[in-house]
């Protein structure tokens, strides 16, 4: 069962996807709420993150927490042991060394 909280987290994760952050029409969305846990869910809404960076000098492949292990548009986070796009970006967004 999905609690309030939860509906919140997911509905500012799906928020984030159709405002300025929002990939293009088209483009790959990597973290995808319906396949995380709540807790993943919150996570991510607290941070922010989205699947489109508003600055283009800022996004998940140039963040030192990304991994390109995943082919395509997607790899992975540390921070949220999970899918992030190469073009995403959140609040903890740090540049690679
Ligand atoms: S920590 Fe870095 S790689 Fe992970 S979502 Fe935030 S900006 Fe992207």
């Known amino acids: 069962m999905l609690t309030l909280s939860g509906s919140v987290a997911i509905l500012a994760v799906a928020a984030c996807t159709k405002q300025g952050g929002s990939p293009s029409q088209g483009a790959v969305v990597c973290a995808k709420p319906e396949k995380m846990t709540e807790a993943e869910v919150n996570l991510r ?3 922010h993150y989205t699947e489109t960076s508003p600055d283009p000098q800022k996004v998940c492949a140039g ?3 990304f991994k390109a292990d ?4 997607c790899g992975s986070c540390d921070l949220f042991k999970g899918p992030a796009n190469r073009g995403g970006k959140c609040d903890s967004w740090s540049p690679k060394a």
């Open 45 to 47: 809404a607290v941070q």
């Open 63 to 65: 963040c030192a927490f």
């Open 70 to 73: 995943v082919q395509g548009s």
